[in-house]
């Protein structure tokens, strides 16, 4: 039977075939809008480590107080930590995993004269950053917590730059010139660049493109060495001494921080530790304000920091409004070019066709026009996809990918909505009075 | 011209699902075109700001130290390289700059009091460095006062906080502080326990950035007499002789390595000009812009597209009864007349609720988006496109439809 309605669809399309084309179009346009401002929506709220999101954490104390926040018209007390409060936090070493993170760019000075110093990114991390983001090892492993405390010259490379500078070869106890001193390389990070970079939305906005970070030293190294911070800095108040020391002692906050919590309960425990902390802060007269203090989890964290840009959100919304107008188009189609066949369905009908054939017949032909409108949108997708870094940012761009699951979708969308579309002219051509149709012929 | 409204209303009654579907998609296009119009709008004027820098011949070198210098051996260096680029053949002038350019997108920012203690600042201002060379590098002009003196230029070192006695502000900026003019010789504080004088002020400059913050602050900036000798790196910023940009950007990276090699001056992207600067910078403008048109040509297409088909469809039905109004006495523009109104009547039902639907969506992006309330004038123009738009699309069934011969009503079906 359904080859007979596939067959009576294919013979009503090709009789107007402008208005079949017209709604083909409207679909595969609507369609192919929706899922390449999809594509991109959805690279750009991934959740970057879905297995551990929920039990990553990043605190918020409030060290500036309530009037920093109505002097700079904010409603959020501040994203990131200073260093006094960093330290602490460390040092009382309350949550399973936690680490301390500051951006830094240093020079690597490559071992054959003849070469030019290459500028690096990187972070200034704790050995716990390693098991707490779970970094994948291609060489070696990150350094040990005694290494934290010796702040010992090691270090973590990327893949990339380990290429660079060894070639591909396993460079675990090599040693890497920055700035002057040598580090030991006590691991290579295989390919990895966690799109958010969600352990310092703070410095990246979350999205750095295909700049994977180059180096990872240890924290207590770094700032013994006098590495300067090379990302955001915020001051409530200028700085009372100059330099990067001026920066440690002053009230700045310049200093990304995050924490692994396992249970309900540690969460709790921990909350109860910063509002202790916080409250001793107080006591000690450091600040005159009620003690505050906020503990996200990484998908709010990540909603806070707004790292789905709105520019995302309303190109999503106003192509799915555009997929909603070619709907309403194409159901205004069907309608007219069902009503117009009456004569038919009534014929049909007095015939014997019970109203669920004609149901099974409309929906079929509407099924038609939405997978016809898919293919096209599927075309158009792919084409959308590819020409995407024109119209968006390109870090942001380069995220949208064209891949089996959008390209399914792509289809399914087309054709239940159509059949959606579908539903009411096939209701109104189900009504069609048998009577009335062969009488007025 | 008689036009009877009330045939078409009964005759449209008769269609009652037709003509809410395409009064219900009018509506939808105009709710989303007014606000796509207004993106637009509001992104293409981005583009279009003025930056006050000579951009045809300015451009900017990030320059990284390759080595951890003291600060005086940083100021040594940076004083031999600007030596070095001003004497380039190609190259008019040279300044040392920080905390960001002109459209550079991040950069340095404070708040502004006119008393040190005051508890809510008058406003926020882009902070500027470079020396008594920066107004002539950048192509500024001095609208009141005078350039920095070559012995007010201060040297900052890495993270270091100075606050010079004089600064250079911006025509918005100085009018913000001091509405009633007369802002040169008075100070103000930029979270700072010193003043800074005003000694010139400049029109027009803008921000470092481009985004939601800096706009609501849009061309308030100053200008700190400072030399800032981090030990990371410097921006220099270079202006060439008219006509002799890409010449200057040649020389200038083979000078600056001749004067010493510990340095890193990026291949890819560490040498830009001001046309790649602004590009870069409204990037997401433009994008935005570009998504928006294609949106609303594709909108507007197929609602006009749905409008053909749908009205050729009522036509073909109702051949027989147009040729009986014919054979009674109606003539072809009395046929045409009533589509068109019929066509007008349901386009004003959809623009009456798309006007409606235009606003709450704009409210709720206001709400949810920080986006900017929009102006009345995007509806207007709106209701106008597609009210144009809607008789257009109708014309063509319409005029075939008067052409439908008298003798139609003879034939039966």
């Given at each position: 039977m359904?080859?007979?309605?596939?067959?009576?669809?294919?013979?009503?399309l090709k009789r107007s075939p402008g208005l079949t084309l017209l709604m083909v179009l409207a679909i595969g346009f609507g369609v192919a809008a929706s899922m390449t401002t999809w594509s991109v929506f959805r690279a750009v709220s991934g959740d970057p480590i879905p297995w551990k999101s929920s039990r990553l954490f990043v605190p918020q104390l409030d060290i500036w107080g309530p009037d920093s926040r109505k002097k700079g018209g904010y409603t959020d007390i501040s994203d990131a930590f200073d260093y006094t409060d960093a330290l602490a936090l460390m040092r009382d070493h309350r949550g399973k995993l936690q680490s301390a993170m500051y951006q830094v760019s240093p020079s690597v000075v490559p071992a054959d004269a003849a070469k030019h110093p290459i500028n690096v990114s990187g972070h200034a991390v704790f050995s716990e950053f390693f098991p707490m983001v779970e970094a994948p090892f291609k060489y070696g492993s990150g350094w040990s917590a005694q290494d934290d405390q010796n702040r010992s010259h090691v270090l973590v490379l990327s893949d990339k730059l380990n290429q660079k500078l060894f070639g591909d070869v396993n460079s675990v106890g090599k040693s890497v010139n920055i700035e002057g001193k040598d580090y030991r390389v006590v691991g290579v990070v295989d390919r990895w660049n966690p799109q958010p970079r969600y352990y310092d939305v703070v410095n990246t906005g979350g999205f750095v493109g295909d700049g994977a970070e180059d180096v990872f030293l240890p924290f207590n190294t770094?700032?013994?060495?006098?590495?300067?911070?090379?990302?955001?800095?915020?001051?409530?108040?200028?700085?009372?001494?100059?330099?990067?020391?001026?920066?440690?002692?002053?009230?700045?906050?310049?200093?990304?921080?995050?924490?692994?919590?396992?249970?309900?309960?540690?969460?709790?425990?921990?909350?109860?530790?910063?509002?202790?902390?916080m409250r001793q802060q107080q006591q000690a007269g450091r600040f005159n304000w009620a003690p505050k203090y906020k503990l996200s989890d990484l998908p709010a964290w990540l909603d806070?920091?707004?790292?789905?840009?709105?520019?995302?959100?309303?190109?999503?919304?106003?192509?799915?409004?555009?997929?909603?107008?070619?709907?309403?188009?194409?159901?205004?189609?069907?309608?007219?070019?069902?009503?117009?066949?009456?004569?038919?369905?009534?014929?049909?009908?007095?015939?014997?066709?019970?109203?669920?054939?004609?149901?099974?017949?409309?929906?079929?032909?509407?099924?038609?026009?939405?997978?016809?409108?898919?293919?096209?949108?599927?075309?158009?997708?792919?084409?959308?996809?590819?020409?995407?870094?024109?119209?968006?940012?390109k870090d942001i761009a380069a995220l949208a990918r064209l891949d089996v699951s959008l390209l399914a979708m792509t289809l399914v969308v087309a054709v239940i909505a159509t059949v959606l579309a579908g539903l009411y002219p096939t209701w109104r051509a189900s009504r069609v009075q048998p009577a009335w149709q062969l009488k007025s012929n | 011209?008689?036009?009877?409204?009330?045939?078409?209303?009964?005759?449209?009654?008769?269609?009652?699902?037709?003509?809410?579907?395409?009064?219900?998609?009018?509506?939808?296009?105009?709710?989303?075109?007014?606000?796509?119009?207004?993106?637009?709008?509001?992104?293409?004027?981005?583009?279009?700001?003025?930056?006050?820098?000579?951009?045809?011949?300015?451009?900017?070198?990030?320059?990284?130290?390759?080595?951890?210098?003291?600060?005086?051996?940083?100021?040594?260096?940076?004083?031999?390289?600007?030596?070095?680029?001003?004497?380039?053949?190609?190259?008019?002038?040279?300044?040392?700059?920080?905390?960001?350019?002109?459209?550079?997108?991040?950069?340095?920012?404070?708040?502004?009091?006119?008393?040190?203690?005051?508890?809510?600042?008058?406003?926020?201002?882009?902070?500027?460095?470079?020396?008594?060379?920066?107004?002539?590098?950048?192509?500024?002009?001095?609208?009141?006062?005078?350039?920095?003196?070559?012995?007010?230029?201060?040297?900052?070192?890495?993270?270091?906080?100075?606050?010079?006695?004089?600064?250079?502000?911006?025509?918005?900026?100085?009018?913000?502080?001091?509405?009633?003019?007369?802002?040169l010789g008075k100070s103000f504080y930029a979270m700072s326990p010193t003043p800074s004088t005003i000694i010139g002020i400049v029109d027009p400059l803008h921000r470092q950035g481009v985004d939601q913050y800096s706009n609501g602050y849009a061309g308030q900036a100053l200008i700190w007499p400072l030399r800032a000798d981090d030990s990371r790196g410097i921006f220099y910023m270079v202006r060439a002789k008219p006509g002799q940009l890409a010449a200057a950007m040649r020389e200038a990276p083979q000078a600056l390595y001749a004067q010493s090699r510990m340095r890193i001056i990026d291949p890819k992207d560490g040498i830009q000009d001001y046309a790649t600067i602004r590009r870069k910078v409204f990037d997401s403008d433009r994008g935005m812009a570009i998504l928006m048109g294609i949106i609303c040509v594709v909108l507007l297409a197929i609602t006009a597209a749905g409008i053909?088909?749908?009205?050729?469809?009522?036509?073909?039905?109702?051949?027989?009864?147009?040729?009986?109004?014919?054979?009674?006495?109606?003539?072809?523009?009395?046929?045409?007349?009533?589509?068109?109104?019929?066509?007008?009547?349901?386009?004003?039902?959809?623009?009456?609720?798309?006007?409606?639907?235009?606003?709450?969506?704009?409210?709720?992006t206001v709400t949810r988006f920080a986006m900017s309330p929009m102006s009345m004038a995007y509806v207007g123009v709106g209701v106008l496109v597609l009210i144009l738009l809607g008789q257009g699309a109708v014309l063509a069934p319409a005029l075939r439809a008067s052409r439908v011969s008298p003798v139609e009503a003879t034939r039966s079906v």
């Open positions: 359904f080859a007979y309605y596939l067959d009576l669809a294919l013979r009503s770094a700032i013994d060495v006098g590495m300067p911070n090379n990302g955001n800095t915020n001051c409530n108040e200028i700085p009372k001494e100059a330099g990067f020391i001026g920066l440690q002692h002053s009230s700045c906050v310049w200093i990304a921080y995050m924490v692994e919590l396992d249970s309900a309960t540690d969460v709790d425990s921990y909350k109860n530790y910063l509002d202790g902390y806070s920091e707004h790292v789905v840009p709105d520019d995302t959100k309303v190109s999503l919304l106003v192509a799915l409004g555009l997929l909603i107008v070619c709907l309403v188009n194409t159901a205004g189609l069907l309608l007219a070019k069902f009503l117009r066949r009456s004569g038919e369905i009534g014929v049909r009908r007095a015939l014997g066709a019970p109203r669920a054939a004609v149901y099974a017949q409309f929906l079929t032909e509407a099924g038609m026009v939405g997978a016809a409108g898919g293919v096209l949108g599927l075309l158009l997708t792919g084409v959308g996809v590819a020409c995407v870094g024109w119209v968006l940012p | 011209m008689n036009i009877q409204i009330r045939p078409i209303l009964v005759a449209l009654r008769r269609h009652k699902a037709g003509t809410l579907l395409i009064a219900l998609q009018i509506a939808l296009t105009l709710a989303i075109v007014c606000n796509a119009l207004f993106i637009i709008h509001q992104r293409l004027t981005n583009l279009s700001e003025v930056s006050g820098v000579d951009e045809s011949s300015v451009f900017v070198i990030r320059n990284q130290w390759a080595a951890d210098w003291p600060t005086p051996q940083v100021d040594a260096q940076v004083k031999a390289d600007l030596l070095a680029l001003r004497q380039l053949p190609a190259v008019r002038d040279a300044t040392p700059v920080s905390g960001g350019y002109p459209l550079s997108g991040g950069g340095w920012d404070n708040f502004v009091t006119l008393t040190p203690d005051q508890p809510k600042p008058v406003t926020d201002s882009a902070v500027y460095t470079g020396d008594e060379h920066y107004i002539d590098t950048l192509g500024l002009r001095l609208i009141a006062g005078r350039n920095f003196r070559p012995d007010e230029v201060m040297v900052m070192g890495t993270q270091q906080s100075i606050t010079p006695a004089a600064a250079i502000v911006s025509k918005a900026l100085a009018d913000k502080l001091f509405p009633d003019g007369n802002a053909v088909g749908l009205t050729s469809f009522w036509v073909g039905q109702r051949r027989k009864q147009i040729g009986v109004r014919r054979a009674l006495g109606a003539r072809q523009r009395d046929i045409l007349t009533y589509f068109l109104t019929e066509n007008f009547l349901i386009s004003a039902a959809g623009v009456a609720l798309g006007t409606v639907l235009a606003i709450a969506f704009n409210l709720w």
